[in-house]
């Protein structure tokens, strides 16, 4: 389900071409502004590298070139940056690669294909599209699964971030079918699953990474702490994959954090996938 890698494109400004013999990769420096919702994600300073090697070798060539060029560079990230690399997470032949190089898989793109099995649910939970009613529940939820995220992984709760979040929910939930359902427990808001909404860009960065279209990029899943463990999570993501399925979404993906205890064994037994791995060391040298 992965596709072919395409060609990678001449450097732009803030790229550049790392070669060795038998394999390159495209180094893309960005400096995201911490008032940006995008700081939520990790640190401001970020080295997101593309590889295209032949075997573990060459990719061990490749790598030690990055290290020389990011210790050489003008800017040479400080301590509030990282370096990436995304990979296919069924290439457990450069994972000792990446290991050797201080890369940690903090994030894992997983997927489900239109058509996978729900499992059992205990039918006393009601699930529907949100409203801008459920704002203050919806955003409650939001901040519950951003804490979490940032507990298990590089991501980062900064002071705009409620605000950022705030502001964003509310414009999602304006349209008459947003990418947000919410799950009623005997009558009360207790757990909210959201989506992105999509757009053509997205869809051409998904096509990148599953060869399933079109695909629904879906952001998180939470629910009140109170309530886990009655089935609240099953019954949100069993209507999700109805709904998508029904409107001919050929598979979902999203991201959750490796070493979330709480997403691994969720996702996995509602029919999701690993794809691709995150390979993040920080900083990036």
């Not at 040479?76 to 940690?104: I, K, L």
């Given at each position: ?9 001449e ?17 893309t420096?960005?400096?995201?502004a911490a008032?940006?919702?995008e ?40 301590e ?22 201080g ?41 519950v ?6 507990a298990?992984?590089?991501a ?49 960065w ?11 990029h ?12 009655l ?12 709904e ?11 991201y ?11 996702w ?9 791995n995150?390979w ?6």
């Amino acid at each position: 389900m992965i596709p072919e890698a395409d060609p990678l494109p001449e450097p732009a400004d803030g790229q550049e071409m790392l070669e060795v013999d038998g394999a390159h990769g495209l180094l893309t420096h960005t400096r995201v502004a911490a008032d940006e919702l995008e700081a939520v994600l990790g640190p401001l300073d970020r080295w997101e590298f593309a590889p295209r090697v032949s075997g573990p070798d060459e990719m061990a060539a490749l790598l030690t070139r990055l290290n020389q060029y990011l210790e050489s560079h003008p800017e040479r990230p400080g301590e509030d940056s990282m370096a990436a690399v995304e990979w296919p997470s069924r290439d457990v032949g450069m994972t000792a690669v990446f290991r050797a190089f201080g890369f940690v898989p903090e994030f894992v793109m997983i997927g489900r294909l239109r058509g996978t099995d729900l499992v059992a649910e205990p039918g006393n939970v009601r699930v529907r599209r949100a409203t801008p009613e459920d704002s203050d529940e919806v955003y409650a939820l939001q901040m519950v699964e951003t804490r979490f995220d940032a507990a298990v992984s590089g991501a980062v709760e900064r002071d705009n971030t409620e605000e950022l979040l705030r502001a964003q929910l509310a414009e999602s939930l304006k349209l008459d079918e947003p990418m947000i359902w919410v799950a009623e427990y005997e009558g009360q808001v207790v757990g909210m699953h959201r989506g992105e909404e999509p757009s053509e860009p997205q869809q051409a960065w998904l096509a990148t990474r599953i060869t399933a279209t079109p695909v629904a990029h879906l952001i998180c899943q939470a629910v009140k702490e109170e309530y886990r463990g009655l089935g609240v999570g099953t019954s949100l993501a069993n209507h999700v994959h109805t709904e998508l399925d029904a409107m001919g979404i050929g598979a979902a993906v999203g991201y959750h954090a490796m070493f979330n205890p709480v997403s691994m064994p969720f996702w996995h037994r509602v029919g999701w996938r690993p794809y691709w791995n995150r390979w993040v060391r920080t900083p990036a040298v």
